[in-house]
Structure formats: structure tokens, C-alpha cells
T-cell receptor
Framework: GESVGLHLPTLSVQEGDNSIINCAYS??????FIWYKQESGKGPQFIID?????DKRQGQRVTVLLNKTVKHLSLQIAATQPGDSAVYFC?????????????FGKGTRLHILP | EPEVTQTPSHQVTQMGQEVILRCVPI?????FYWYRQILGQKVEFLVS????????KSEIFDDQFSVERPDGSNFTLKIRSTKLEDSAMYFC???????????????FGPGTRLLVL
């Protein structure tokens, strides 16, 4: 069944502000989480990932936070730019046998306002 | 930068017809995947492929679907008799290492938009 989901379908943020996109998961055994960005008409683009033995991971302008206690994942985008407008998916990488299929959440559409 | 490519970008077909969606994974990758995304919905796993055989398939991947790696570069998804509900974006993805061994992750192609009439 569904194990990954997002709290809000749409988020509007002023250009230059920080944005936070939230995600909840249900599978306590999940050990790998990824954030993908999908622009209109394109495939999911890897942004950042985090393993379950970490609480925080930082990239360029992005930070992922993992709270295993409440099974919550968030993506923080600093100083948002117009190019950040897209749908953001949190995803779980299920590691079993040789397979590592990705289970996607439904996505949050981020609008960057001028 | 290496990337996954897919052809065609758009495909329109009549219900009941066969379609083949093509993917060229990143050259040194060993694990291959197909996903689909119905308009406005989340991306769904279809099948994973490693060492010339299917590793895992979802409930969506029924007998009408098949995958093949006919040569060293292409990875295809065939739908034998398309249904209206097969209309979706189909994404190919590839990966070089198993996540147990590295931080590598799956890289997605741009997708093929399939419309079944």
C-alpha cells in the first residue's frame, strides 16, 4: 500500500524567500529517502537524498531533514528562484533483494511568486 | 553530463495496438526501471531489470507488458494490446550501483507521453 505522502498539494512562496515542503511516510523500515523535482513535461530530477541513519543533509540551497520519530521528511529550499517552480516529490527507496524500486508520494507543486 | 534518453517523446495509438517505448540508459549503468505517471498523479513503479532479467514488477505490469534489453544500449517497454487506461507518461530510469553499496540513485529520462485512443 501507499507509504509515502505529502501534506500540501500546492505551495506558493515569494521569490527570495525560503520554502519548506513536507512529507510523511509510514514504513518504519524505510532506509533511504529522496527528493525529486519534476518540471512540466520532464522526468523526475534527483535533488537530494538521505539515509535513515542521518537526520540532516545539505546540498546547494537545499536541505533535507529526517525525523524518524514522527516519520517526517522535509525539503528546505533557500532563497527560492523562479526556476524552482516545479512539482516536488518525496520518495522512498525500498531496498529488498537486488531491487530498489522507488515509491513516490503524490507531489507538491511549488509556485514562486515574483 | 550523461543522461537517460527516451524515444519517442510522444506516441498516439489506437486501443488494441502494440507499442514499443525505447530507452537508452546511461552507459555504465546496470539497473534499469520503467515507471509511469498518469496525468496529475504520482509516479508509479512498473518493473526493474538487472542482469537481463526482471527483478521485480508491480501489479500494473501484467501480461500485456514486457521489457527487453535487445542490445548493449537499448531498454524497451512493450505493451502488446494497449488499453485506454495505459495513457500516461512512461519514464525509464537507470542506476549504476545498488544503494546498499553507494549513494548512487536512479536517473530518469524525459519520458514518453502515450495516448491511447
Amino acid at each position: 500500500g501507499e507509504s509515502v505522502g505529502l501534506h500540501l498539494p500546492t505551495l506558493s512562496v515569494q521569490e527570495g524567500d525560503n520554502s519548506i515542503i513536507n512529507c510523511a511516510y509510514s514504513n518504519s523500515a524505510s532506509d533511504y529517502f529522496i527528493w525529486y523535482k519534476q518540471e512540466s513535461g520532464k522526468g523526475p530530477q534527483f535533488i537530494i537524498d538521505i539515509r535513515s541513519n542521518m537526520d540532516k543533509r545539505q546540498g546547494q540551497r537545499v536541505t533535507v531533514l529526517l525525523n524518524k520519530t514522527v516519520k517526517h521528511l522535509s525539503l528546505q529550499i533557500a532563497a527560492t528562484q523562479p526556476g524552482d517552480s516545479a512539482v516536488y516529490f518525496c520518495a522512498e527507496n525500498t531496498l529488498r533483494n537486488r531491487d530498489d524500486k522507488i515509491i513516490f508520494g503524490k507531489g507538491t507543486r511549488l509556485h514562486i511568486l515574483p | 553530463e550523461p543522461e537517460v534518453t527516451q524515444t519517442p517523446s510522444h506516441q498516439v495509438t489506437q486501443m488494441g495496438q502494440e507499442v514499443i517505448l525505447r530507452c537508452v540508459p546511461i552507459s555504465n549503468h546496470l539497473y534499469f526501471y520503467w515507471y509511469r505517471q498518469i496525468l496529475g498523479q504520482k509516479v508509479e513503479f512498473l518493473v526493474s531489470f538487472y542482469n537481463n532479467e526482471i527483478s521485480e514488477k508491480s501489479e500494473i505490469f501484467d501480461d500485456q507488458f514486457s521489457v527487453e534489453r535487445p542490445d548493449g544500449s537499448n531498454f524497451t517497454l512493450k505493451i502488446r494490446s494497449t488499453k485506454l487506461e495505459d495513457s500516461a507518461m512512461y519514464f525509464c530510469a537507470s542506476e549504476s550501483y545498488h544503494p546498499r553499496e553507494s549513494q548512487e540513485t536512479q536517473y530518469f529520462g524525459p519520458g514518453t507521453r502515450l495516448l491511447v485512443l
